[in-house]
């Protein structure tokens, strides 16, 4: 069995560390392809640094650019490999440009694409995501959905064969990796934080982030708010504060603009921040994991169950619903308990394991391949 891992930013980088280990275990070796979407030290090689995992195969170096052109470039470097290594299937996770590009790549070869993390819905096509997942996931072969709401939305759309539920692979890596931090990170003591005296910021959105305006709302609201706020921040972001005249506004006593952070300093940050507040995917899911109440800087989330279960509020750029919150949190004590003990919907921590399984069993039985129709018996 080869299986070739394609990713190319950092939570792909993260969610898929856990698949590549079970893999490991296994005694198979997976061909790793990164794109290079995310390039800068600390959006990428840190994290396979602190993850301990193995060389790079293949870095397509493909970069920044426009939703096309990233997909582009990536889907002829990304075929230009997979021509050459002719894997026995293409793993993708998420729903950023790589994803759409290596399912795409992969599936037109012939090659049968699993797609971690699958059957996520904002129901809002103006994101460039909720196009990623739709179309990634009807390129797919094997449909590994975190949660029975995600296999629900692929039903939806017909898509019923070879889906399974398997948990989110993030929860595999904050177990493998939160108590490492504990241990490890000195980012508290560094950045002069006490445990639960700060909020923890992060915002990267496109929508939220690429339109003035919004930006704006967004500035406003960390300029507002009660407590230490700690961002560490996306280049995109940082790129557009500057772009727009924004980024000095920021400068206040209680706000830490950091660079991005490695992810045991970032597990470590999130699990003794009293608030969370994020327009991320993958902070949405840490942040009931470990206990922090979430509050999402969005009006929409493909992770509804994280809502359902009480522990995450969408108050998306809207200063005083936000304001509100903020204050409830840090004056009812009765609501922060039972936000902070909302019951993590992503699994167990072995989703890793179960999919490599899975894989695994798909291949001896013959079933890893793209499928085909033949109505010729059937017409005689
Ligand atoms: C991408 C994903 C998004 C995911 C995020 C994770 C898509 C459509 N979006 O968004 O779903 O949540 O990754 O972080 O795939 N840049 C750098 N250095 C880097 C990487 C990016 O400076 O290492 C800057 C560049 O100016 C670039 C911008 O950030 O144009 C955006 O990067 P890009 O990968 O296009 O999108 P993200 O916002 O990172
Ligand atoms: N993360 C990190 N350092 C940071 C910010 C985020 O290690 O400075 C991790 C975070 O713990 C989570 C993942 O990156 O696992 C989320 O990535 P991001 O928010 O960029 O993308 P999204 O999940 O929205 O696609």
């Given amino acids: 069995m080869r299986p070739a891992i394609i990713f190319g930013t950092r939570p792909e980088i993260i969610k898929l560390s856990p698949v590549i280990r079970g893999f490991l275990e296994k005694n198979v070796e997976p061909l790793l392809i990164h794109t290079g979407q995310h390039y800068d030290y600390e959006m990428s090689k840190i994290f396979l640094e602190e993850l301990e995992l193995p060389?790079?195969?293949?870095?397509?170096?493909?970069?920044?650019?426009?939703q096309a052109e990233q997909t582009g470039i990536a889907m002829i470097k990304i075929e230009k490999v997979l021509m050459e290594e002719k894997p026995d299937v293409s793993i993708v996770q998420g729903d950023t440009n790589t994803v759409l590009a290596g399912a795409l790549a992969s599936v037109k070869l012939l090659i049968p694409v699993a797609h971690v993390e699958a059957g996520l819905r904002s129901f809002d096509r103006t994101m460039p995501e909720e196009i990623n997942r739709i179309?990634?996931?009807?390129?797919?072969?094997?449909?590994?959905a975190p949660t029975e709401e995600a296999k629900k939305n692929l039903e939806k759309e017909g898509i019923v064969e070879n889906v399974y539920v398997v948990g989110n692979t993030i929860v595999d890596a904050v177990l493998q990796n939160s108590e490492i931090a504990e241990r490890k990170s000195k980012i508290l003591k560094e950045l002069g934080l006490k445990e639960k005296e700060y909020i923890l910021v992060t915002a990267h959105r496109k929508e939220n982030v690429d339109y003035r305006e919004k930006l704006e709302k967004l500035v406003d609201i960390l300029t507002s708010l009660p407590l230490t706020v700690v961002y560490p921040m996306h280049p995109r972001t940082k790129k557009r504060l500057e772009e727009f005249g924004l980024i000095n506004k920021l400068?206040?006593?209680n706000i830490i603009i950091t660079k991005p952070l490695g992810y045991l300093d970032f597990l470590k940050l999130e699990k003794n921040a009293k608030i969370i507040m994020t327009d991320s995917g993958g902070i949405q899911e840490e942040a009931i994991i470990l206990g922090v109440p979430c509050l999402t800087l969005r009006y929409n989330t493909e992770r509804p169950e994280t809502v359902k279960a009480g522990g995450n509020i969408l108050v998306g750029l809207e200063k005083e619903r936000v304001l509100?919150?903020?204050t409830k949190l840090l004056e009812d004590e009765e609501f922060y308990e039972k936000m902070a003990s909302a019951k993590n919907p992503f699994g167990d921590g072995n989703a890793g394991k179960r999919i490599v399984e899975i894989l695994l069993e798909l291949k001896a039985k013959g079933k890893l391949k793209v499928r085909s129709s033949n109505f010729l018996n059937s017409l005689e």
């Fill in 55 to 66: 060389e790079i195969d293949y870095h397509l170096e493909v970069g920044s650019g426009t």
């Fill in 251 to 253: 400068n206040k006593e």
């Fill in 324 to 326: 509100y919150y903020v």
């Fill in 135 to 144: 179309l990634a996931d009807h390129a797919s072969e094997v449909l590994f």
